[in-house]
C-alpha cells in the first residue's frame, strides 16, 4: 500500500520520508516545493500545494489505489491571525471529503502542544484547552475535532499524534530553540523571556518514531497521544546550554521580553497512552538532543 506524505520537504517531512523508505515502504512524497535532493527509488516526489485536493497525487497513480495519508503540510505562522489558520481547516476537510471514497484507508495527522492552549500541569489526551489558544492551537485543535468527527461518520481509522516541542537537526524558524540556535551561531544578541517555564523537549528522530510505530499499527477507530519525553525542563536551561556551545551567554538576556499573558508554568507530556497502546517512548533527552542538533550546525 502507498503511504502519502504531505509537507515532504519540511523539517519532519524529510526525516520521515527517510525514514519511511529506508524501511523498504512505497512513498509519495508531496509538498508545494520542488523538491530538488537526492532521493530513494521507492520514493515518488509529487509538487503540489493541495489548493485543489485531486492534486494530492500524480496523475499516474491509478484512481482508488489504496493508501494511508500522513498529513504533515500546514502553515506555522503561528501568531499571525485566525483567517490564515482557518484557511488550513478547509483545506483539510476538502481533502477529507475527496478521498474518504477514493482509496484512503487511514489517516495519521500531527497535532500541537499548544491544542491545549494555556492550559497547564502534566497532560491527558483527555484534557480540554484552556483558552485563549493562539490561532495555530486553535486550528489543530479544530482539525482534531474534524478528524475525530470524520473517523466515525466514514469508518476510516484516524491517529492523531501530538508532540509537545519537538526540535533538532536542520529546524529553521522563529520558534525558540532554531532562533537560540541562530542568535548564539551569528553572534547576535538575543532578548528572551525569564526562561523560568518548564515544558517538554521531544527530539524529531523520536517523533519520527511514532510515526512509524502509527504506520504499522493496524488499528481502527480513532486514537490520539502525546508525544513527549514526561518530563518538564526550564526554558532558560536550553537556551544557555546552547549559548554557552558558542560562548556567547552574555548575549541572551533572559528577561529581556516578557511572557505572552497567561502563559502556562508547567506544560508536560503525560505519555501513558503511548507507551501502553503504540508501544512508543521517547530515547533521547534534551541533553542528548541538543548536541546532536549542536554537532550537525556546525560551521
Known amino acids: 500500500m502507498n503511504i502519502i506524505v504531505t509537507g515532504s520537504e519540511g523539517f519532519l517531512g524529510r526525516k520521515l520520508v527517510d525514514r519511511l523508505a529506508d524501511s523498504g515502504r512505497s512513498i509519495i512524497a508531496v509538498d508545494r516545493l520542488f523538491h530538488s535532493g537526492s532521493s530513494h527509488d521507492n520514493v515518488t516526489h509529487h509538487q503540489s500545494d493541495l ?35 482557518a484557511g488550513q481547516i478547509d483545506q483539510f476537510a476538502k481533502l477529507l471529503d475527496y478521498w474518504s471514497e477514493r482509496g484512503l484507508q487511514r489517516l495519521i495527522m500531527m497535532g500541537s502542544a499548544e491544542e491545549y492552549g494555556h492550559r497547564a500541569g502534566r497532560l491527558l489526551e483527555s484534557d480540554m484547552p484552556e483558552l485563549p489558544l493562539s490561532p495555530y492551537g486553535w486550528a489543530k485543535r479544530a482539525a482534531r475535532d474534524l ?18 516541542i519537538m526540535y533538532g537537526p536542520g529546524q529553521r524558524g522563529d520558534m525558540m530553540i532554531p532562533f537560540a540556535l541562530e542568535s548564539a551561531r551569528l553572534k547576535r544578541r538575543a532578548h528572551m523571556t525569564d526562561g523560568r517555564q518548564q515544558r517538554d523537549f521531544v527530539y524529531i528522530d523520536d517523533v519520527v518514531e511514532a510515526i512509524a510505530m502509527a504506520v504499522a499499527q493496524n488499528a481502527s477507530g480513532y486514537q490520539e497521544f502525546n508525544l513527549g519525553c514526561g518530563e518538564g525542563v526550564k526554558v532558560a536551561d536550553v537556551v544557555m546550554a546552547i549559548a554557552g556551545h558558542y560562548g556567547v551567554e552574555d548575549l541572551f538576556e533572559l ?37 546532536r542538533t549542536l554537532l550537525e550546525a556546525r560551521d
Open 255 to 291: 528577561g529581556a521580553r516578557p511572557r505572552r499573558p497567561g502563559e502556562p508554568d508547567v506544560q508536560i507530556a503525560d505519555c501513558t497512552k503511548a507507551a501502553a497502546l503504540l508501544g512508543w517512548k521517547a530515547t533521547v533527552g534534551w541533553r542528548e538532543g541538543i548536541d
Open 147 to 164: 478528524a475525530a468527527s470524520w473517523c466515525i461518520r466514514t469508518g476510516i481509522p484516524v491517529v492523531w499524534l501530538r508532540p509537545f
Open 51 to 85: 489548493e485543489d485536493p485531486s492534486r494530492l497525487v500524480p496523475a499516474s497513480i491509478k484512481p482508488d489505489t489504496p493508501f494511508v495519508l500522513i498529513h504533515l503540510a500546514w502553515d506555522m505562522r503561528r501568531y499571525q491571525g485566525f483567517g490564515i489558520q
